[in-house]
C-alpha cells in the first residue's frame, strides 16, 4: 500500500508564491502528478510527469506552475507563482504503481483577492 502525504499549502494573497510537497512511502514513478479541486468542481489536472522528464501543464497554470520531483526523497513539488483566487481548491498528488492510482488526502489552497 502506498502512503502520500501533501504539504505546504496555506492561505497566500493573489500574486503570493506556494510549493507543495507529496511525500510517498515508497519509490515514485513517471505516472504522478498534481489534481485540484474547487467547492462545488469536479477534481480537475493540474500538471503530471508522463515518461521520464516530460511533463503536461493544465492551460489555466501554464507560466506559473512548476512540477518537479526528488527521485532520492520519494517526493513530488508544486511550485506555484502568481497565484489567483481562482487557483483556491484542495491539492491532491496521485501516482500510479502496477496500474493502480494512490491518492494523497490534500491540502488546502486559499488565495485572497
Known amino acids: 500500500q502506498v502512503q502520500l502525504v501533501e504539504s505546504g499549502g496555506g492561505l497566500v494573497q493573489a500574486g503570493g508564491s506556494l510549493r507543495l510537497s507529496c511525500a510517498a512511502s515508497?519509490?515514485?514513478?513517471?505516472?504522478m502528478g498534481w489534481y485540484r479541486q474547487a467547492p462545488g468542481n469536479q477534481r480537475e489536472l493540474v500538471a503530471v510527469?508522463?515518461?521520464?522528464?516530460?511533463?503536461s501543464i493544465a492551460d489555466s497554470v501554464k507560466g506559473r506552475f512548476t512540477i518537479s520531483r526528488d527521485n532520492a526523497k520519494n517526493t513530488l513539488y508544486l511550485q506555484m507563482n502568481s497565484l489567483k483566487p481562482e487557483d483556491t481548491a484542495v491539492y491532491y498528488c496521485?501516482?500510479?504503481?502496477?496500474?493502480?492510482?494512490?491518492w494523497g488526502q490534500g491540502t488546502q489552497v486559499t488565495v485572497s483577492a
Open positions: 515508497a519509490s515514485i514513478f513517471n505516472a
Open positions: 496521485k501516482i500510479v504503481v502496477y496500474g493502480k492510482s494512490y
Open positions: 510527469f508522463t515518461s521520464g522528464e516530460t511533463t
